[in-house]
């Protein structure tokens, strides 16, 4: 079945530094990709997402590229601030699959001043 | 604003004791969502309305049920919480349109705590 594959361990960085969280992903046919992120206490907030293979999708500063030679959806920002401390969830959509989203497992960004 | 709405925020429950949570939506969609979230982890997938149609996760266990009694509301009833079920649990709704399920707008979600 389809699985998304995150970085686990949490990430902290300083202000300004620059962010990549890798993610990648096992799927049939051609899945939408996505990243959610999860502030303290709140639900799921779409940040970007990508349809098909070569889109970049980007908000807010950060950018992913939808690479289906390297099935990864890698997410990046080149100048994180505090406000970006986060939990940030990689996931697919798969019209194959039911078209129910597959999470992976989150990644926690923590920013220090 | 177009939104999803979750009631309480924070809910404490007893052991065995019946709960309620609550969802409603301004945005019209067809298709609405529950989520378990435990500490840590990603969200799972409860089950899931298209429109009145209920569809069920094969490893969802029998203790939660669910109902939608129109468009804007949807409730997750758990029947008998144990100390296990203490998670975040988040509602979700997307339009269905031409065969394929649109972006997820999600809520803020609601803590339950079972002592």
């Known amino acids: 079945g389809d699985s998304v594959t995150q970085m686990e361990r949490p990430v902290t960085l300083s202000e300004e530094a620059f962010l990549t969280i890798n993610c990648t992903y096992t799927?049939?046919?051609?899945?939408?990709l996505f990243w959610y992120v999860q502030y303290p206490g709140e639900g799921l907030q779409l940040l970007l997402k990508?349809?098909?293979?070569?889109d970049k999708g980007s908000n807010k500063g950060f950018e992913a590229t939808y690479r289906k030679e390297t099935t990864s959806f890698h997410l990046e920002k080149g100048s994180v601030q505090v406000s970006d401390s986060a939990v940030y969830f990689c996931?697919?959509?798969?019209?194959?699959?039911?078209?129910?989203?597959?999470f992976g497992g989150g990644t926690r960004l923590m920013v220090k001043p | 604003d177009a939104m999803v709405i979750q009631n309480p925020r924070y809910q404490v429950t007893q052991f065995g004791k019946p709960v309620t949570l609550s969802c409603s939506q301004t945005?019209?969609?067809?298709?609405m969502y529950w989520y378990q979230q435990k500490s840590s982890q990603a969200p799972k997938l409860l089950f899931h309305?298209?429109?009145?149609?209920?569809?069920n996760e094969a490893d969802t266990p029998d203790n939660f049920q669910s109902r939608r009694p129109n468009t804007s509301f949807c409730f997750l009833d758990i029947r008998s919480p144990g100390l296990g079920d203490a998670a975040m649990y988040l509602c979700?709704?997307?339009?269905?349109?031409?065969?394929?399920?649109?972006?997820?707008?999600f809520g803020p979600g609601t803590r339950l705590t079972v002592l």
């Open positions: 979700a709704t997307s339009r269905l349109s031409g065969g394929s399920y649109n972006e997820q707008f």
């Open positions: 799927a049939t046919g051609y899945p939408s």
């Open positions: 990508a349809t098909k293979a070569d």
């Open positions: 996931a697919l959509k798969n019209n194959n699959a039911g078209n129910m989203l597959t």
């Open positions: 945005l019209n969609h067809n298709v």
């Open positions: 309305y298209y429109d009145k149609d209920f569809n």
